[in-house]
């Protein structure tokens, strides 16, 4: 029985239908994966099914009773003031305040007391996730949850989603983690609904399957639809009834020989401006704020055909780095020499502003009329458009019409369009849908400039990028060669060996302390009076714990919250060394 579920659900904005008649259900336990282009309606059906926006028609129930959590893209926070009273105002006063502080802290949100006007857009899609977290509903419906966030954090969100049967419909362009929560995806395309029951690469599979026959099928229609053609122009007005069903199926077949055939992706080699022999070198780099240090006495000499991920969790550095290199912020010591051919090519997080009123042709034209590609061929600004899946009525509407992933797209186009020699993406993949991600893929695979990427998309950085920045946040950035799968790899193996020597070492120290414990005959003097000892001590730790245990479920001030957090924490520690000596003690004695 569906938990969640719509019918006959239609929506449009204006004359523009984006689906009609969709019919869906989730179950409890289900993790579905909602996929389609930019502007097919994803997030407005998300909107629909959380009770956000009124469908036009159709209905949508609930089961009884079940709670759902929405994460929009671009949450709002009217009538909160603070972050705390946007926190409270959940009903967490009643849950686990150390599991509430945990969750912040861990989504980088640690001033509760902070205005939440004063937020940047990442800290407030951040502060709408710990909110959903800690409220722990029924339904999760989650809207690019994996936007604003750091890989590290990213991967922490996967195993949290994965704990337990939590019932989950989520948009995202991730593809690592649409694998790794998922267990269903659905497709919204052209208005319908498609279901695949398995991973993104079966999904993939299934899908090329059935734009094969799509195409054969309206291929096969139109050659039908030519015959049929010839048919009602040699006939008179139908009068008999073979000949009215006849004229009937041929207008269903018009309609279907109309039908858009998937275009083929098409690799793009562009053609960029000319590399000299000094293309940008970095000797000595530092950069602080205040007491912060960022970089630290960085030296690199760029090459030509380097491919280089930035790596690092949020505030670690990766945006001041890309912000020195071009000339935005200066560095505090040290000096950077760009090349006199080098020609930057910046995609910023922060995006772009567009005049609402242009058409989206327009746009593109005012950076250049055409793209001239790697083997001399040239595409115009609309051919270029249409490689990256801007229809000619896309083309030719204003810029207040697109979607958020489409004004991403424009803004890709905008920078691509200027042929830069040394390629910068902050985070381009925000908000991008799947299928764009593809040919921007591709794109970047065919691009002969120096590359340089930040992104928590750990499928593009895998695929793009053969060496990364690390950056750990303390102004130390380490180069590694390879990518993002072979440094966590490596690293995993190497938290693994130094746990197991962590364990060896303790297990040797155990087995000796049994050892000398089996040769003494009796214990001595000092480990005598150290028992009774810990025999007084223990209760009153025991004691102090309880009563700052009590006081943490009545207190709401969050400045004491934290105090006391650290004192329960020292506590803790202190008893277990204690108890754990004291077994070893009684065994003696």
């Known amino acids: 029985m569906s938990i969640l579920s719509s019918e006959r659900v239609s929506h449009s904005f204006g004359d523009n239908w984006l689906f009609k008649d969709l019919t869906f259900g989730i179950s409890r336990g289900d993790r579905v994966a909602l996929v389609g282009s930019n502007g097919t ?10 009770g956000e926006l009124v469908p036009n028609e159709g209905l949508v129930v609930q089961e009884r009773g079940a709670r759902i959590g929405y994460l929009d893209q671009n949450p709002e926070y009217k009538g909160f003031n603070t972050i705390i009273d946007f926190i409270s105002a959940t009903g967490s006063e009643l849950l686990d305040r150390i599991r509430i502080e945990a969750i912040l802290t861990r989504l980088n949100i640690s001033d509760f007391t902070q205005k939440i006007s004063t937020l940047s857009g990442g800290q407030r899609k951040r502060l709408a996730l710990a909110k959903l977290l800690i ?3 029924d339904i999760y419906i989650l809207d690019e949850p994996t936007n604003h966030l ?106 279907k020989a109309k039908e858009p055939v998937r275009k083929k992706s098409v690799t793009l080699g562009v053609q960029t401006s000319r590399l000299g022999n000094k293309i940008l070198e970095l000797n000595q780099v530092s950069k602080s704020f205040g007491e ?38 200066l560095p505090d010591y040290g000096h950077i020499d760009r090349g006199e051919t080098t020609v930057f090519g910046y995609y910023k997080q922060s995006g772009l502003h567009f005049d609402e009123e242009e058409r989206v042709l327009d746009v593109v034209k005012n950076v250049a009329d055409y793209i001239v590609l790697a ?52 985070e381009p993949t ?61 690293a995993d193996l190497e938290l693994r060996r130094k746990k197991a020597e962590n364990e060896t070492v303790e297990t040797n120290r155990k087995v000796e302390q049994q050892r000398l414990a089996q040769v003494r005959k009796k214990p001595s003097y000092k480990e005598t009076r150290e028992y009774e000892l810990l025999n007084e001590e223990i209760p009153k730790l025991e004691l102090a714990l309880n009563e700052k245990t009590s006081l943490l479920t009545t207190t709401v001030n969050h400045m004491e919250i934290s105090r006391l957090a650290e004192e329960i924490s ?20």
């Open 375 to 426: 083997n001399g061929e040239t595409l115009t600004a609309s051919q270029l458009l249409t490689n990256f899946l801007f229809p000619p009525q896309k083309q030719h509407g204003f810029v207040k019409n697109l979607s958020g992933g489409e004004r991403k797209r424009l803004q890709l186009m905008k920078v691509l369009m200027a042929n830069p020699n040394i390629l910068i993406l902050d």
């Open 292 to 329: 912060k240090t960022i970089i630290s006495s960085f030296d690199y000499v760029f090459k030509k055909g380097d491919r280089i991920g930035l790596s690092g969790i949020n505030g670690s550095g990766k945006s001041t780095f890309l912000n020195l290199i071009t000339g935005e912020v």
């Open 430 to 490: 925000n908000d991008l849908d799947i299928d764009t991600l593809n040919v921007l893929e591709e794109f970047l695979d065919a691009y002969s400039g120096v590359l340089l990427l930040v992104s928590h998309d750990r499928y593009l950085v895998d695929k793009l990028v053969d060496q990364l920045f690390i950056f750990d946040g303390a102004g130390n950035v380490q180069i590694y060669n390879g990518n993002y799968s072979d440094y966590k790899t490596e």
């Open 570 to 589: 020292a506590l803790t520690e202190e008893l277990d060394t204690k108890s754990e000596r004291w077994l070893e003690l009684s065994e003696i004695i």
């Open 150 to 255: 750091d890989i590290e954090t990213i991967e922490w969100l996967e195993k949290l989603l994965t704990s337990g049967q939590k019932t989950i419909l989520m948009v995202t362009h991730d593809r690592y983690f649409l694998d790794a929560v998922s267990n269903e995806i659905k497709e919204l395309d052209r208005g319908h609904f498609y279901s695949y029951n398995g991973n993104y690469a079966y999904y993939l599979e299934k899908k090329a399957e059935k734009e094969t026959i799509d195409q054969l099928l309206v291929e096969k229609s139109r050659n039908l639809l030519k015959k049929e053609l010839e048919w009602i122009r040699r006939q008179p007005k139908a009068r008999g009834t073979k000949s009215k069903s006849r004229i009937a199926a041929f207008y269903d077949l018009e309609k």
């Open 135 to 137: 409220d722990q509903p």
């Open 41 to 50: 309606g994803k997030s407005t059906l998300l909107k629909i099914l959380a």
